[in-house]
Structures are given as C-alpha cells and as structure tokens.
C-alpha cells in the first residue's frame, strides 16, 4: 500500500475509526464502574489494538505513536502488570480525544500537521508514565526479534558443522559449479541452505517443493529423501519424508527473511569460494573442461542437464518482476554467466552480442531485452544436440510434445467420461447455493449525499404527482372527457401511493437512533460533575428511539446545553443535598420516546430546581419584563422567562454552561428543526425540560389557506383546529380582538394585518369568519383568514438571496401547478 | 482461475485495505469479521486457496479459529497466514504451532504482502 | 482434474495440490507399472513428489517447464 491511500479507503478509516473510539470511550467509562470486568477490558483493547493497527496503513505517526502507548498500557492492565485507576482513564480518555481530533484533521486537510509531533510525544508519554516500569518505545525490540528471526548462524568452516561436510558439494554438477564461482567472483556471497523440513508440515499449509523452488538468487537445487523412504504400502502420505539442498547467490538477511516461518527446519551456511573449487573428481574436471570451451559434442548427459539448469535458472531470474536495489548487479552477473555458458559451447561470437542486450537491458531498467535474448538463443541453439527426451528448450519439440499431451487428453476425457465431470459440477453449484444462503442481514454504508439525492428526487416525485389532479381537472372542463379525467385520477391514486411508500421507505433509510447523541453524555457528565465537585448518575432511556438524521444531529448542541445546564446550576452538591434531605448523588434522567409521529425527549434532574422569585428578579432587572408583568406573572410564567435572551440565572456565570448563553438559544435550536421545548420546575425538587422535535423533516404537512386571494402554508405542526366564528361573537378586549373557543378567550389576529395588506377579511354567506386556530409557542392565537384548503406535504425549500430577509416566511414549496406556495413562520408573524 | 484468499479481520478498513491490495494481485477475496463468520463461510462451501486473518477479534479469535478451521474437511492443507502487531510476536508462534503457515506484521505493506503470498501459493 | 487418472497413466495437469496426494497413493499402489505424464504439469505439491518418489514411478513425460524438470528429473529418474 503506498503511504498515499486511495480516498474510499481513508474515508472509511476515518469512519471505522470514529466508531472505535466511541466504543472505546463508553467501554472506559464502563470500566470505571466495574473496573474488573475483563470482558470490557478486552473489548477495549482490541478497539485501541484496532485503531493502531488501521493507523499503520496510512503514515500518521503521530496517531500511531498515542494508540501505540494506549494498547501497550491497555495490554499490561490487561495481564495485571497495570492497575486500572482515574487517572488511567483520564489519559486514555485523553488520548482518544486527540485521536479524534486527529481524525478530523485528517478528514479536513488529508493530513496531519507536523506541529502535532510535540503533543503526540506528550500523550504518548504521559501514557507510557502509568506504566509499572517506565518502557520508552517498545516497537524497536520487538520488531528487531520479531522480524528477523534468527536462523543458524553463519558457519565459518565446515568442520564445525557436520552437515557442511563438503562432500555435499560435490552433488552440485559442474556447470552449476562454475556458474557459482563465476558469481563469487562477482562479489555475490553463496549460501547453501540445507532444508529439512518437519515431518508435519503438510498441516501447516507448508509446501518445500514450492518453498525450494521460490527460494530467491537460486543456483542449484535438489530434492533428496534424507532417510529411506519405506515401502510403497506403508507410506504415511501427510508426513513430509523429503529434504531440499540447495545453493543460492541471495545475500543472508533475504533468506532470513524467506525462510523467516522455517527457522528450525532451515541451516543457512556461507560458502565461501575456494569450498567449491576444491578438486572433486569429476566434477573439478568437468568445470576445468567447460573451462576450456569445449566442442558441443562431448557434453555428457549430466552436463547437458546442468547447462540446460544453469540456463533455466537465469531465465527464472530474469522473470523476477521486483526491482531490489541489487537489480543492476544481478542483471550483469546474468549477462556474465551468459557469455560464459555460450564460451563453453563454443560460441564466442555470443558475447558482443549478450553485451548489448546488458547494456540496453541497463540503461532502460528493463529485463525483457536480456529476456528475449536468451529465449532466442535457446531457440536458435542448434549446436548441442538434444539427449534423449529434453526437448524443454527446443521451439518445435515442445509444440510436438503439447500436441501429443493434447490428444491424449482427448482420449481421455471420452474413455474417463463425464460421470467424473458431473460430481464436481454438482459440488461446485452446491457450493454456490450454501454460500449464498448465508447473506443473512447485510449493511450497507452509504454516503450522505447518495441518500439526500435520492430523498431530493422523491421529494420532486410527491411534489409533481400533485400535478395530475390538474390534470384531470383540464381534462374534464377543458377538453369535456370526463372518461380520460377518471383514468387520470385512477393513474394518480397509484402514482400516489407509490409515492407515499417511497417516502417511507427514504425516511426509514435516513432514520437514526437518538443514541447517536446519547452516546456522548456519559463523557460529558463524568467529565463535568468531576470538574465541578458533585455526584453524579446518569440514566438513559429509550436510546433506540429514531427520528431523521438530520433532526438527531440538530438535537445535539441543544441537548448538550441543557445537560450542562442541569448539572451546572441544577444539580446541587453532594453536601448541600444532603443537608436538604436527599442522596449525595444526585440523578440526571435523559429519557426518549417517541409520540405519535413526533419524538419527545425529556431531561430530567433531581436538583434544586428554578426560584420563580428569582427569575422574576433577574428578568425585571434585565428590563426582560416590566414593573406591571413583574406583579401579576405567574410562577410557570415567569420559569418560561428561562427561555428569553440574556438570562442566566447562576450567580456566578460558570464556562460549563456557555458562557452566559442562556436557554434562548436552546429554544431557538429547537425550534429551527420545527421542535418545541417545554420546561417544568418545582423548587427544591428539580427540573424537567420536555423537547418535542417531528420525527422527520424532509416533508412538511402543511395547511393552505387563502387571504386575499393569494394562497399560503402553515405548517401543520402549529395548526390546533379550524373553526367558523361568526361576526358578533368576536369581542374586543382593550386593542385585541378576541372570541372564545371552546371555553377558552383567544386572542384573533387577520392575517392580512399581520403580513401588511390593506384588504379586510372576507365573510363567508352565513357571515363567518374563517379562523386558524394557531399555536405560536406557549401561546394559542386565532388567524383570521378568507378560506381553508387541502392540507399536504411539500418539500419546503429555505429562501436563498435577498429572500433570506423575510423573518414573515420559513420558506417556499412548489405546487402541482407550478405555482410557489409560501409558507408561513408563525412564530415570526405573531 | 485466479486463487481465492479468505481475508478475516473485525476491522472494516483492515479488510478493504488488504482486499483491494489482493484483488489488484489477481486474487478472488472472500471476507469475514471473525472467526466464527471465517468458519459459516468454509462450511458454507468456500474453498480458499489460502487465508489472511487477523488474531484478536470479538467472538472468535483468530487462535482458536485456526484450530477449527484445520479440523474442517477439506481445510487441512491450505496455507494460513496470521496478522498481527510487532507486540504479539509470541502469538505467531502459538499460530504455528496451531496450523498457520506464516505470518505478517500489521502494517503490512502491498508489495509484501503479495510478495509474501507468491512465495507460500504455487502458481500464484 | 489436476491428476487424470487413466489405465495405467496418470496426467499431471497444472498444479497438483496436497489433496490429490492419497488419491495417486492408492492409484499407484495397485498399479506398479503405471507410469505418470507430468508435462502438462507447472506444480506438484510436496506430497504427491514423495509419493513418486516412494513408488519409483516411471515417468512418461517429463514437465515442459524446465526448471520444474530440472527438479524432478534427477530425483525421479534415481528412483528408475
């Protein structure tokens, strides 16, 4: 992987990531509680072990280093050689804050900023300082004996070593030994490597044929049975009875490295040059005769083979893809051993030849020249006459023996038939259908904008299916076809509720469980009461409830000042709670369920509750109220003045519970998203605040009216009733119009007033007046208009431009007919 | 036809790191979060031709996954090659000594980790 | 197939794994003539090598690929 990461894969580690240390933060705050749990423990490692490792994809030092300390920390706990402590968790907690400001940095810029070095050094420190015995940075150790097992060493003269015995050399044959020498003579150091492997290995997923076979810089190899082998009846297929010898030009640290898996079963020699030139016989004779360019014809068998080995070998090397820093060095002893494979069968001329493929093969980096030479030589190479059955490297004997294997196959697939065919078909496809079987439930992770796009076009879908009622209209008053107008309205019906379960359907896929937020606060509150002294336990209801991703993530900030609030001035501490009468501790309640098609969440302290009197103090000092509200305000009244700007009510404005900010811009919050907020308080006993929040916000259910001819929505969120007042049950107290409804006075506003036209209601035959029985936050308001319509859902669409001005509107929604519908604030209006 | 690896590891980035590495190498990879999954799959019929698999995963461990999987028809022989961190040198061993063929240290690199595959898969 | 078993032939194909090992055993061991062609064969593993190696099994044809050749040929051929 390059340390540049494709993006899909670095969103999805800033995704995972932040899942894991969520969990990680709430398996923390677990421990706390029950700090001998190991389960949790566990499950808390591996999220830090996991993080760690994904960190290692990416070349973010500074995130590994404080995971690294983390999981090390973690790890002694763990195994006991660490006690679990506050300030454990305190700087684990730490740690993962900064991971996830990390996380964010990297999401905003791709990168982390090299001024993170320091603090990464501290937390990583500071980490590292819980530990029993103060281990500065671990990784180099273990990887120095992780990496590099290591294997035999070095043998320095054979006779320290018995199976060095030099007799093994004289197996290599003679053109293999030369091709050795030539290499030593390079400045390549040879290695025999004696490889016996376990008798079990078979059930390691072990393969030495292979493993020999793949062995890097090979010379020379061979397949031996080190003891006899027994009987063909009582062979034991699965116990490995072979052994490899081998001989390699690979330096040590890459057969280290190769072999790293087998280190009992390998023995790594170094030979030195003069350990094969030693006179063996035939074999000395044999290289002495190669040597000396010998006349094709006298090659022996054994020779021929090791030539053809020699050549297979260069070729095998020549395939190698990778480019080791060694590569220039390797295609030059290539080129070298070349030349003198072709001086020792007497084509000289050969050389000038390999010379220039080494030198093109060199300045372009490429093997293929050196490559395509060699493979014509062989082709071409018609001065060695073949010995019976080696026709490897002859073009035309190969094509002859692929021929001949060809029709043999034909045979044998008609003789064998196709009953053997048949079963392993069949495995094959019951093999399929069983997997597939296990799909079982699946998720998916979609990005954000791929779901608004498609919750955009169903939204155009619910707004232009509206255009076919219309539709029937013109047809049956415009073109008098009453039958086609039916049909119309039939395609409608179906189109409609396709629709509807469209929506739905989006709606459910945009759904999100309210412990999204929930989540946080168990941080937050074990944080905050620490900081400020008090006792606290904290308890969450109803964290599957769901409501629109979008609704949850607005719900934050608001909930979280409210939490903040409560623990701030609502809760008291543990002594003044005890002096009052109650437990030390005292209980923060955030509870969430869902009402209708509305989501309620209330959070609920048992603390001191809010002073009316004092409110009322506050606000009159304030100039929030005046001399005369001030006397005849009621007590819930003046606890709704919570809401109001600039008030704060603590004596000392503490940073816990923002700076001053008050309630107001919870409320203001909440009712953006078309959310309601309700607070309850009785002194002494404590508070409750009460948010209602519409489950989805993606389709507004708005009423239409009419007011002097032009048509407007009023959300439906804010519609109590509709009602006819007639004119003279319409009373006017001092400059209000009021009327009573349902035993209630209501005051009565024209909406033409409110929103500036001159136009005067209108009245209906029976001399009514239409009223929209409103709620405009705690109050209830009767809306004078000239008529009701349908109510429906539109998507309404916030005004962008110089429209962004007009308070009166929340926003526009299209119509069936292409008209733009306005949608009236209400709260602005009153 | 190209090798099938079983790649298992509980971390979603782990496993869309090390399958785009494979599939750029030519492998067919299967996937699982654990061992108890890794172990549904090859009952489930698929045959690996080798597996990748992390150490330390909730409900079932790569260790004890090792041990069942070599005990499942058919799953005998296969290479296996454990992922694991600098510090769990020890469990490479007990890795081995369980049935796994080899192993790699997170964070493994591309070239490596096919380098490692080509040396244990023929043909590969 | 990677092993095709005939009369008294048996085709090595590609790569030849583990699994075939006890299949070419109990093949072989009813079969002392038998005789294997392996030049259609780029692999074999360990398993089945010994089991050749063990029964001296003749070989009919050797691999087409030379360096798996240059392997097999001196381990089988001592077995002839």
Redesign the interface.
Known sequence: ??PV??N??LE??IS??RDLLEASGKKLMQLEDAPDDQVILN?L??CV??L???S??FTFPEMTRVLHAG??LL?MVRSGQAIYSRELADRLLDAMDYVGLLCGEIEATDGIDASRALESQHLADALRKLMPNLIPN??AA??R???SPVVANAQTSPADNPSADLKQFAAIPAVARKSALERCRQGDQLHWISYR?QREC?????????????TPGLIW?????PGP?????E?D??S???GFDLLTNAPREELDQ?Y??LPDQVEIIAVPAQWLEKGHGDADGASKALSRAIPSGSFSEDDE?AF??I???Q??ILLLD?RPAWHAGRLKAIAEVLANLSQAVGETSTRSDIQTALAEALSTGHNTLLLAWLDAWIVTRKTIQPVA?L???RGTD?IM??A??DS??DV??A??GDP?KAP?DEGVR??????D??TGTRSLKVDQTKIDRLMNLIGELVVEKNALPYLAQRAEVQFGSRELSREIKGQYSVINRIADEMQDAIMQVRMMAVSFVFQRFPRLVRDTSRKLGKEVQLVLEGEQTEADKNIIESLADPLIHIVRNSLDHGLESPEVRLAAGKPATGKLTIRAAQEADRVVIEIVDDGKGIDPAVIKQKAYEKGIIDEATLERISDQEAINLIFAAGLSTAAVISDLSGRGVGMDVVRSAVEKINGTVVIESELGKGTSIRISLPLSMAVTQVMVIESDGQLFGVPMDHVIETVRVTRDSIHAIKQTKTAVLRGRIVPLKSLNTLLGIAAIPRLNSDDELAVLLVQAGNAELGLIVDGFQETMGVIQKPFSGFLTGLSAYSGSALMGDGSVLMILNIREIV | MAKTILVVDDSVTMVMSLKTTLSMGGFQVETANNGQQALDKLKGGVKPDLMLTDINMPVMGGLEMIGKVRALPGCRFFPILTLTTESEAAKRDEGRRLGATGWLVKPVSGNDLLKVIKQILPGA | MPIEFKKNRALFRDEVSVEEAEALLEWLQTRPTAKVDLSACSHLHTANLQVLMTAKAGVSNWPKNAELRSWLEPALKSGE
């Open positions: 992987m390059s990461p494709p899909p894969l999805q580690f995972e990531s499950e490692f591996r072990h996991t760690k490792g994904n290692g994809l999981e090390d790890g671990q990784d273990a990887v004996d992780g990496d492997p078979f059930f390691h997923g072990d393969d030495p044929l292979n493993s020999a076979r793949q190899g061979r397949i031996l049975a082998l027994p009987p063909l009846s062979l297929t699965y490995c009875l072979l190769y790293r898996y083979a053809n080995w050549l297979a070998a070729r095998q990778d059955g026709s490897w490297a190969g023996a692929a001949k294997t043999n196959l044998g697939s003789t064998a053997s392993a019951f093999g399929r259908r069983a997997e079987s296990l």
